[in-house]
């Protein structure tokens, strides 16, 4: 009875909170927003789209906005989206946001495209990459691999429990673990997956130091109605959607049908199960929200997912060693052009089908 009574109370505490802080505009409505973006625009071939307040918004290329600034957008309201926009200031962001284009600046000195955006994707969520290599990414079911996600966290807490636990005990390596996780949601621009992983990790790891048995359901759980008390308008976010039920998905089906697989190659079938298992729920999704998905996606993703770990280890280590050493950054990245060409071959290849 009092567990029931605890979710009956978060629940209409959620609901209260999405009343609460949900924006009332009207079609025709004539706003200004102020806002800091919180997330990396998506840049196409002439205009650039990002979300404030819960409206979708689109502005022309030029000047570009990046994750961290703040700005002032004036614009009509139509439905979800604003209409006749016009940008009346943007302001840089610093800090973080500065560290992260300097990273992203070290890619593209030292690789071509679409080289350099695709090592910028994977490790930091940059959205910022040509325009046939992105529709090339969406037709083929791929684009989630080059936005920051779930799963750079878990490699990014798994390096980092890794190596602290070699000078620190482990009560004081998995307070660096929450910190460095942390750091990397910032950098990676705050995203629903990314920020559900880090809350995920760190109830995880929490628990774990406490001597407190916790399930991956009940830290997905936890991590949904964290964020949503903070942001309720993420409820009908597709990001957010598909991060949940994507990982829920893992935890269903991940290990029966890496049992099914198991005549394939170790690297080939850990990619195509993750892969298999995440589409079970998240198809239907894509179909009805965007009209269309590759059949083929879980087997590019299966050839390509196995690249992923390695070329953010490879790009996140050269983009930091990059901001002190140049020369030594280049020499690190190089290691990545073989995996990132068979990544952007494959992508290419399969993107004609």
């Known amino acids: 009875m009092p567990r029931l009574i605890f979710w009956l109370f978060l629940i209409s505490l959620i609901f209260l909170r999405y009343i609460a802080t949900r924006p009332v505009y009207n079609d025709g409505d004539k706003i200004r927003i102020t806002s800091k973006v919180s997330s990396e625009p998506i840049r196409y071939s002439n205009y650039q789209s990002l979300k404030l307040v819960g409206l979708k918004i689109y502005l022309p290329l030029f000047p570009e906005i990046h994750y961290g600034d703040k700005v002032v957008i004036e614009g009509t309201v139509d439905g979800d989206k604003l209409k006749e926009t016009s940008l009346v200031k943007v302001e840089e962001g610093g800090g973080l946001r500065n560290l992260r284009n300097k990273i992203v600046e070290v890619y593209r ?17 940059s959205k910022n990459m040509p325009q ?86 009940r830290a997905l759980v936890y991590s949904a109605a964290l964020m949503l008390l903070v942001k309720p308008d993420w409820v009908g976010d597709i990001g957010f959607i598909l991060s949940f039920v994507a990982t829920a998905s893992l935890l269903v089906f991940q290990k029966k049908i890496n049992l099914w697989l198991k005549l394939l190659p170790n690297f080939l079938r850990e990619g195509l199960s993750t892969s298999l298992a995440a589409q079970v729920g998240v198809a239907p999704i894509l179909f009805v929200t965007f009209g269309q998905f590759n059949i083929l996606s879980p087997i590019i993703n299966g050839l390509i997912l196995w690249t992923v770990p390695f070329i953010m280890i490879i790009g996140g280590t050269s983009g930091i060693i ?3 050493i140049p020369s030594l950054a ?24």
């Open 109 to 125: 000195e030292i690789l071509s495209e679409p080289h350099a955006s695709l090592v910028a994707g994977i490790v930091l969520g």
């Open 132 to 217: 046939d290599f992105w529709q090339a990414l969406t037709k083929t079911g791929t684009a989630h691999v080059v936005v920051a996600s779930g799963m750079n966290v878990t490699m990014v807490a798994s390096f980092l429990i890794v190596t602290l636990t070699l000078f620190f005990k482990r009560k004081f390596a998995i307070l660096g673990v929450l910190v460095g996780v942390f750091i990397y949601s910032l950098l990676s621009g705050f995203d629903a997956p990314i920020i559900r992983a880090g809350i995920m990790g760190m109830v995880a790891f929490i628990a774990q130091e406490t001597g407190r048995l916790v399930s991956a359901w």
């Open 322 to 324: 990059g901001l002190l």
């Open 330 to 353: 280049r020499l690190i990245l190089y290691l990545a052009y073989p995996l990132s060409w068979w990544f952007i071959s494959i992508i290419d290849l399969m993107s004609n089908f």
